[in-house]
């Protein structure tokens, strides 16, 4: 059996945070969106595009890390847009507040510590992955 170098570790370690950050998000989201019970309660004024944002976002994330795990280099553009999307729509959130548009402290934080986490998970992955494009086959 093969050891797994430093570069492996780290990319393993990558898609399954992305994997696991993707499933929770999934689950909080969509315990807000589809059931009306403590969960919609306890989100207060969150705002409708970033909190439909961030469960579909789920979905590209468990996509990235699945695409991390293998080695392919769509995992790391799928983790660059997930970073970039995720930029833009709180830039968008940000304007809503400006405009004096209702939310939560914690909406705040958290696409913080969204922005940041897909912005370091991009970069990793772009050091281990992205430069070799535009080659689509495993980097061995």
């Not at 769509?74 to 983790?79: D, E, H, I, Q, T």
């Amino acid at each position: 059996m093969a050891q797994l170098s430093t570069r492996d570790v780290w990319l393993r370690v990558v898609s399954v945070f992305a994997i696991g950050f993707g499933l929770l998000t999934l689950k909080e989201g969509g315990s807000v969106l589809f059931i009306d019970g403590p969960a919609r309660a306890a989100a207060g004024n969150y705002v409708p595009f970033v909190l439909w944002f961030n469960f579909l976002a789920g979905f590209a994330y468990v996509i990235a890390g699945a695409g991390l795990w293998m080695r392919r280099h769509w995992g790391f553009l799928w983790a660059t847009v997930i970073a970039a999307a995720t930029a833009l729509t709180f830039a968008a959130f940000g304007l809503h507040v400006a405009s004096g548009g209702a939310f939560e402290q914690r909406t705040v934080i958290a696409m913080s510590l969204r922005t940041v986490v897909w912005i370091i998970i991009a970069v990793i992955s772009w050091r281990q992955l992205g430069k070799a494009l535009p080659n689509l086959e495993p980097v061995r």
